[in-house]
């Protein structure tokens, strides 16, 4: 594997427009992509424009994909700037979305936990990512 991958993180939804809502309006992705009926698939695809990474969220028609198995299905996001961190919680609220208890009390000590309509979480970690 190369140094630099480009990362794709792909999951089915049942609630496309509302999943889109809260990653376009709540965490403050673009859309990059969107497609309909590929193959029997609707799907939509956000990140940021030369980023390394998008999310790709689909829904196969006649096809129920169900919610998180568990609330510790994370995607974590590492803002360390305090300015930063706070905007991105205020986006959230501002459109809708209010942070939940985390599963794992770890995530509530320097950041906040927020729910998707499907039931997957995003953490806004108010923290250096530390490998």
């Known amino acids: 594997m190369n140094a630099d991958p480009i990362l794709r993180v792909a999951r089915p939804s049942d609630n496309l427009d509302e999943v889109v809502r809260f990653y376009r309006d709540g965490l403050g992705l673009e859309i990059l992509f969107r497609f309909e009926d590929h193959d029997g698939f609707d799907g939509v695809m956000l990140g940021r424009d030369g980023a390394p990474y998008h999310f790709e969220f689909t829904h196969a028609r006649g096809h129920v994909a169900g919610r998180a ?63």
């Open 69 to 131: 198995s568990t609330q510790d299905n994370l995607l974590v996001f590492y803002l360390p700037e305090a300015s930063e961190w706070r905007a991105a919680v205020e986006r959230m609220t501002r459109a809708g979305f209010e942070p939940v208890p985390a599963f794992n009390p770890y995530w509530d000590r320097e950041g906040l936990t927020f729910e998707d309509p499907d039931g997957y979480r995003i953490v806004l970690q108010r923290a250096v990512w530390r490998p």
